[in-house]
């Protein structure tokens, strides 16, 4: 597939708030629910298919520090995971419910139920259940913003606010590239 992207071009810097902000003045539509997810990888780190227990242990205490920070909520860790010494052996079957009903889907149990390794993945839910992130899946952290009888520009910009926020209480940096934007296992 040709997407006529030369090797020269150089990707935008990560949008501001009021660029996106601008971007979605007029049309912003009412649904009756809305879904909307970012992916990122700390710079410097190794990313999750690449990495032993020890350091996705490390990426897991990171971002869920930072994300209880950011956006006060629990992390349960996949079932068997001995990596987070607060609830040692993992998410049991009651909490993969909670976060079934709360994200109103099933994608996630691949990751509850099927991750290998297991140490330092899991799910990061926030107590409104606005919020939901995944730790170590193919990204170090996939981001859900979420909304019922909400905006999806609304949506989108609450999403990016706490993206920074999340930089900011945990001093992280993202991978990134000057031609391709953020480094993510898929774009």
Known sequence: VDYDFPAS???PAEASLDQVGAAFVGVDVEVPFVRVDVRRNIAGKAWPR???GDAAAEVEKTLTCALGAAIPGEY???AGSTSFSEKAGGMT???ANKIRKATHSVAGDLLMSEADPKDGRGVYLTHAGD???WINHEDHLRLFA???KGGVGATVLKLLATLQKLK???QLTFSEGDRLGALTADP
């Open 50 to 52: 690449a990495k032993n």
């Open 76 to 78: 349960f860790p996949v």
């Open 93 to 95: 079957a009651d909490d």
């Open 168 to 170: 900011a209480a945990a």
């Open 131 to 133: 919020y939901a992130a």
């Open 9 to 11: 071009s150089k990707h």
């Open 146 to 148: 979420q909304a019922t």
